[in-house]
Structures are given as structure tokens and as C-alpha cells.
């Protein structure tokens, strides 16, 4: 926010230099971007009233113009603008002047005929805001010729370039930095004038009617104003509007803008010829209604987005933009002023959807104070009056169903000397937060602190601590080392598991990859995810940096599908990741923060398949001491194949899931490989680790190692045939390994073969025939009752 020190000026006593404010300030807590000191640049530039306009002999787009600076004689401009005429008086760029940007400006000859300098624009002089600019600028005719354009037009100024954090919504304000300024210094600030008389005999609230139809809107004011004499505003307030980067409109738009810039509260004023119905509703829009805004442009709307409307006609986007059909005209005679407060969040995606983002819309999405808009409706009568631009209404319409009040908050002196290390008096304690006005009270040992409505970030005692703490100086706090007491050094026992999954993940010849935890709401669309699913149940961001960072992430398979189509676009052609991080699950009380859980995810496409998914999860397994896992298939998960997943579980305790993306989610993605993607719950599989390796002798006693092929169904599932080997190879079995899996030509359609080699032994003793038979033909009658298996002979 960039603030002029003039105005500034208008509100505290400074007696140091910008940039010794500037420097005070941002050890206060007002972070400064940058000092501007501007006009400097702009030499020999002068008023000038144009005598006489003839036609160029030799240029049809060309004139002569003869000018009276001020001198004995008049002075010959050649130019091509048209929007002058005689005696109208023009900022005169003469021989060797500077302007705006360092342009140097000489004499010379257009088509023949001399040109002693040239006539400016308002870009030229460096005074231009974002509207465009046509034609020279013509200044009011009372103006006196041969002065100092800087002079005239005040163009020395200072501002300063502060960066305004979201929780301090009170500092986007003239009025705002007054108060953090006079705070800084030690000294007092002025509080703009709010009195004024209501002078008409009409009261707004028998005329107009206002309903508030939705919660978004948390306060709705109204004021009428009559016999509006519309006209340019006072120089003095075009100066601080120019200064402020606002092109001055008229005086009743100038004085909505004004008191934003001053108060950081938006008005609007609607013509109240325009408001046929008298009733004011605050409701959403309709889907596809079309509205034409101030800027002449029309907006498709839908019913996220905060409409004002004269019974069913819209006439402004709440805290956005007004509407084109109820604007200021210059034959307008009665007002409605309207002072308001939204919802911040709405506000902010509603004008990033409309692609229409306002000085009003970019306060109002840092959620004001309400009771800011009381204040700002008797600012701009109070200007009205000073202005005799009307005469204001009895009365004052004001819908605030839900009143915010200032809250109280108690600390101990103490603990704010120990939490700072420093040795500040209670008495110096009130007196800072007393120039903040955070009125202070002090009983006994405590400080009883009354935050007001418009500091909505002071809500714990560690606020306080600061606010003394940036007006006692930072640079008063010595410096120490931070007193804290270890039971033990080194890694935690979860750092130091993290620490084997990750090396059991690299020497798999993966990458570790880092990812955001903030995403946005499509990726559930773009992983098929159903409305109905838990997944979309999301902490969502109060204010995000943007849409695509505007929830937390309840999955991580969206990050790791981003990061492999991130590779694949710079043809990568083979590509193996891994990432720890966090899922944030809301809890259904919503006083309580969301469940943080660990989360590993892998991902690979290129020459791979499942089996080399599931290869790299068994050696995480295995380093983690994991014996008791098992897979299970899923084919209900819509994000991945179903036919190619598996459910993992550690002793009937889901774990996560393995095996490759839906080929329709890989296209979402713009991913043609196959993607291979592991999101497994990192905390459940810390909970199951068992380090502690038991070691045995090696065996005394041969093992009996037995072949089987088996013929099975095709949706015979191989961990159903491990499961039965194992159940009924008793203590004899020592392992089951499988080594093939064939389909061709000598194996009937809808069948395969299963080989396994299976081994027995007896750490007693050794086994004989008869014992490895009677185990194994058991095994075999089971495989044939259970699963329909036959021996391949």
C-alpha cells in the first residue's frame, strides 16, 4: 500500500525525514517497501494559456499554436493533439526540459515550422492512474500562467511503499498508518472529522427498504443524500486522490474514494433515480445472469458470487463493483450511500472468478472490521457537507444481525518480560499499548488489554508480548540464546525411521520429491474421486494465495500424479519418486485442528510395472521389520486400475494402497505411460516396526524341497494360494517361493500356471517321505477344495 506523507501529515505531526520514518516504522512492525520521492525529474515545465490554433501549412494532422507563458512575447508550440482549444491552459514542456521517466525535450522543427517545446499529458507528467489517457492535460482556467508545473500540480511528493500483512486489514488506510505512525513516535494523531447536520426533512428509512438474504454479507448501511449539486471536487482533495494513484471522477465519487483511501472502508454511491423498487436486497446471483459493471463490460455471474439488487434487477457486485445502470451522471440529484461489509473469502474468489479485482475487492477480502462502515458513512456526510455537494437525510439504515464487539484479554507482566528477556515496567507496558489503542488496565501483576473490533489479530498473550515488543524497539531487546533443557541429543526413534524408509527408498533407485500441501479443489475430479467420498472433506484455506492452493490435501496421490506429468513434459523417459509428507483430515468439531497424518508415497512410470511397485513397498517393509503384511485386491478404488491394485494390511490394519492409475486419470494428468503409484500411512506402519532382529543357528538337519504346478482360474488371486500353503504347511514349512507364472498355448483359455517352490524342514530332526508327503498332499487337497487348483502334471 503506497501512502502519501502529505496526507499522512493531515493526521500526525512529523518532524523527521520519509526515509527516517520509513526506517522507524519498519523496526515497529510496518514492514517499508520503499520511499518514492517523485516529480523531482520533471525541469522546466510551465503553465501556459494557448492565444491562438492555426492549421500546419504543410501537415494535415499538425497545428501551430502560439502560447502565453508569461513572458513579453507568446511562445510557438507545433502539435498534434486535438482536444485543446484557445485559451485553454496546458502544462508547456519548453527548450531543455526533462519529464516523467527522463525524457529530455529540445526545440526543433515539425514539417518546417520551429517548435519551441511541446504541450504534455498527464503520462508525461507522471500523474496518470490506469485508466487511459487522451489528449493533453487542461488545467482549470484560474490557473496562473509561467508557473512551475510542480508547483501547480503539487507533483513533489513522497509515498510510502509499505507491505501490509493479511492479518493487519486495519493498516490499509491512511488513518491506519497514522495510528501505527503516532504510535512509533510517541505522539498523538488526529481522527477525521465525523460530525455533520442532517439537513433535508426526508428520512432514508421511510423511503428505502433492505433485506439481507444471505449470511455473506455482515453489515449493509444505507444513506440518502439530496439536491446533489454533482461538479469537480476541491483541488486539495483531487491532490490527495491523485497522490494516492485514484483518477478524480466528481465530488461524490471522489468523496467514496477519498474515504476508502483515508478509512480502508469501501463505499459506493448509487443514483437514486435508478433505484425504481426502493427495495434493496443483498442475495447471490443467478447462474448465467449477465450484468454490465461500471467498466462498461459484461460479466456472466453464477450464485457464488454476492449481488446488491433493486428488487430483481442488479445493480452492483458486492464488494467489487458497481453496476453501470445505477451510476453517478452529471445530472444526478440524490444519492444513496452505501457502507457495507463481505465476506473476505467470498470476495476474493468472486472477483478472481469475474477476473475483476478492485481496489474495493482487494480490501475486502483482508475481512474488515464492521463497525468500520458506520464510520465511513459519517465521513462521507460530513465531506458532503464541507463540500456543499447535497443535503443529507435524516436517519440511517443499518442491518448488522450479528454485532462484533471488542474482547478482553488478560496477561501476566511477568510472563511478558520472560517470554521477551527483557525488564520492561508495567507501567511502560500500558503506556505502548495504550498509543495503540489497546486500552489497558493494570491489577495487581496483570495487564487487563481491551483489543478493539479492528484488531481482530490480538486474541492469545503472545499478541500482546509483540505489540509492546515493536513499540518498545526490537532493536532495544538484547539478544540471547534461547534457554531450553534436552533429556537426550540426537534423532527421535520416528526421525530415525523416517531415515531407514528413506534409505531403503534411494538405494531402490528412487528420488525424492517435495510437494505443497496446499492443492486445489479439482484434483478430486481430475482423480475421479466420487462426490460422496470422505476425500473431499477438506480443510479449506481462509486465505489462500490462490485457487490452486486453496485446500489441504486429504491425499497425496494428486502431488505425485503432478510431479511424474511434470517429468513426462520434459521427456523424462523413466522416472522413480518417493515423497513424506503430510494428509490433513478435518475433525468433525471444528474447534479442534485437523488429524496430521504421515504419508508415504511412491510413484514411477517407464520400465516398470506393479510388481516392481510392490517390490520397492516389501523392501521398505522389510527394513522396517514388518512380517505380518498382506495383500488384498481392490477394485473399487476409482483413482487406480481395478484390475491391478491391491490393498495393503499389517496384522488386518489397512495400511494404504499399491498398483497403477487409472489409465482415465493418467490422461487427466497428460500422462501416457503407466503410472505405478504406492499412498501408504507411514504412521501405522511405524506402529508395527520391530527392530529387534533374533538371529537363529543355521540348520542342522537337509530340507525337502518340493515343486507344484497348478492350473488355476485366471481370478484365482496367488496370495489366496500362498495363504492356504502356509496354513497348512504347519511347523514343517520353512518357505514358499514363487518362480512362474505362465499363459500360452499348452494352458486352456481362462487358466494359468502357478509354480512354486516349496521347502520343508524340522530344526530337530530329520524328516522322512512320509512326513513331507502326508503335509504336502494335504496342501494339495486344500488348494483343490479351496481355489479349484489342479497339478499340472
Not at 112 to 134: H, K, R, T, Y
Not at 255 to 260: D, L, Y
Not at 667 to 682: G, I, T
Not at 720 to 731: A, P, S
Amino acid at each position: 500500500m503506497k501512502v502519501p506523507v502529505k496526507w499522512l501529515k493531515d493526521y500526525v505531526d512529523i518532524d523527521i525525514s520519509p526515509q527516517e520514518l520509513g526506517d522507524k516504522l519498519t523496526l515497529s512492525g510496518s514492514k517499508v517497501e520503499e520511499v518514492i520521492i517523485s516529480g523531482a525529474e520533471i525541469q522546466n515545465v510551465v503553465t501556459g494559456k494557448i492565444i491562438e490554433i492555426v492549421s500546419h501549412p504543410d501537415a494535415d494532422k499538425l497545428v501551430v499554436c502560439q502560447v502565453d507563458i508569461g513572458l513579453s512575447a507568446p511562445t510557438q508550440i507545433v502539435t498534434a493533439a486535438t482536444n485543446m482549444k484557445e485559451n485553454d491552459i496546458v502544462p508547456v514542456a519548453l527548450h531543455q526540459s526533462t519529464l516523467h521517466g527522463g525524457a529530455k525535450i529540445k526545440k526543433g522543427k515539425l514539417r518546417g515550422i520551429l517548435s519551441n517545446g511541446m504541450f504534455c499529458s498527464e503520462e508525461e507528467l507522471g500523474i496518470a492512474v490506469d485508466e487511459p489517457v487522451e489528449g493533453l492535460m487542461i488545467l482549470p482556467k484560474d490557473t496562473p500562467l509561467g508557473k512551475d508545473i510542480k508547483e501547480v500540480l503539487n507533483l513533489q511528493s513522497v509515498l510510502i511503499d509499505f507491505e501490509i500483512t493479511s492479518n493487519r486489514a486495519d493498516c490499509l488506510s491512511i488513518i491506519g498508518i497514522a495510528r501505527e505512525t503516532a504510535a512509533t513516535l510517541g505522539t498523538e494523531y488526529r481522527k477525521p472529522a465525523l460530525d455533520y447536520k442532517a439537513t433535508a426533512g426526508e428520512n432514508v428509512e421511510d423511503i428505502y427498504k433492505v433485506e439481507v438474504k444471505d449470511e455473506l454479507c455482515k453489515r449493509y448501511m444505507l444513506k440518502g443524500i439530496k439536491n446533489v449539486k454533482i461538479e469537480p471536487s476541491p483541488q486539495w482533495m483531487q491532490e490527495r486522490l491523485i497522490e494516492a494513484e485514484i483518477r478524480p471522477i466528481n465530488n461524490i465519487v471522489d468523496i467514496t474514494n477519498f474515504v476508502m483511501v483515508e478509512l480502508g472502508q469501501p463505499m459506493h454511491a448509487f443514483d437514486a433515480r435508478q433505484i425504481t423498487t426502493n427495495n434493496i436486497a443483498i442475495e447471490r446471483a443467478s447462474n448465467g445472469e449477465k450484468f454490465i459493471t461500471l467498466d462498461e463490460k459484461e460479466r456472466e455471474l453464477d450464485d457464488s458470487i454476492l449481488t446488491i439488487k433493486d428488487g430483481d434487477r442488479t445493480i452492483g457486485l458486492a464488494g467489487i463493483m458497481g453496476g453501470l445502470n445505477s451510476e453517478i451522471k452529471e445530472d444526478t440529484t440524490s444519492v444513496i450511500f452505501e457502507g457495507a461489509n463481505f465476506d473476505g473469502v467470498n470476495i476474493r474468489l468472486a472477483s478472481k472468478k469475474l477476473l475483476l479485482r478492485t481496489d474495493a475487492s482487494s480490501k475486502f477480502e483482508k475481512d474488515l472490521d464492521p463497525n468500520m462502515a458506520e464510520m465511513a458513512i459519517n465521513r462521507a456526510c460530513h465531506l458532503v457537507e464541507e463540500l456543499g455537494a447535497g443535503e443529507i437525510m435524516q436517519g440511517c439504515i443499518d442491518v448488522y444481525p450479528k454485532i462484533i464487539k471488542s474482547h478482553t484479554l488478560e496477561v501476566d507482566i511477568n510472563w511478558i518480560n520472560t517470554f521477551l528477556g527483557t525488564n520492561i515496567s508495567k507501567y511502560d507496558m500500558k503506556s505502548y499499548l495504550d498509543r495503540l489503542e489497546l486500552t489497558t488496565e493494570i491489577i495487581g501483576n496483570f495487564l487487563i488489554v481491551q483489543a478493539p473490533t479492528h484488531r481482530s489479530d490480538i486474541n492469545i498473550r503472545e499478541d500482546i508480548a509483540e505489540e509492546i515488543a515493536r513499540i518498545y524497539g526490537y532493536d532495544n531487546i538484547p539478544s540471547t540464546l534461547p534457554n531450553c533443557e534436552t533429556s537426550k541429543s540426537g534423532k527421535s526413534e520416528k526421525q530415525k525411521l523416517e531415515d531407514r524408509v528413506v534409505l531403503s527408498l534411494t538405494a531402490s533407485s528412487l528420488n525424492q520429491s517435495i510437494s505443497y500441501s496446499f492443492v486445489s479443489p479439482k484434483i478430486f475430479d481430475k482423480l475421479l474421486v466420487p462426490e460422496e467420498s470422505e476425500l473431499r472433506k477438506v480443510v479449506t484455506i481462509k486465505n489462500p494465495l490462490g485457487e490452486d492452493y486453496s485446500i489441504m490435501r486429504t491425499t497425496t496421490i494428486a502431488s505425485m500424479m503432478d510431479c511424474l506429468s511434470r517429468n513426462y513434459s520434459r521427456n523424462n523417459e523413466e522416472v522413480r519418486l518417493f515423497e513424506i509428507g503430510k494428509v490433513y483430515i478435518p475433525s468433525a468439531d471444528l474447534d479442534k485442528l485437523p488429524e496430521e497424518r504421515n504419508i508415504l508415497t511412491i510413484g514411477m512410470y517407464g520400465n516398470v510395472d506393479y510388481l516392481d511397485l510392490k517390490g520397492v513397498v516389501e523392501n521398505v517393509l522389510d527394513n522396517l521389520g514388518i512380517k505380518n503384511a498382506s495383500y488384498k485386491r481392490e477394485s473399487e478404488n476409482h483413482t487406480y486400475h481395478p484390475g491391478k491394485t491391491s490393498n495393503l494390511y499389517v496384522k488386518r490394519e489397512f495400511v494404504g494402497v499399491v498398483g497403477e492409475i487409472h489409465p482415465s486419470v493418467s490422461e487427466n494428468y497428460e500422462v501416457l505411460p503407466r503410472c505405478y503409484v504406492a499412498e501408504l500411512n507411514l504412521d501405522i506402519l511405524y506402529k508395527h516396526t520391530d527392530l529387534n532382529n533374533k538371529y537363529k543357528s543355521l540348520p542342522k538337519f537337509p530340507a525337502v524341497t518340493r515343486d507344484i504346478a497348478l492350473l488355476v482360474d485366471d481370478e484365482v488371486l496367488v496370495q489366496d494360494i500362498e495363504d492356504v500353503i502356509v496354513k497348512q504347511g504347519g511347523n514343517i514349512l520353512e518357505s514358499v517361493k514363487l518362480f512362474d507364472v505362465y499363459k500360452g498355448k499348452q494352458i486352456a483359455e481362462g487358466k494359468k500356471s502357478i509354480a512354486y517352490a516349496i521347502v520343508y524342514r524340522r530344526a530337530d530332526k530329520t524328516l522322512t517321505d512320509d512326513e513331507v508327503n502326508k503335509v504336502h498332499e494335504k496342501i494339495l487337497r486344500t488348494l483343490e477344495n479351496k481355489v479349484g487348483a489342479e497339478l499340472r502334471e
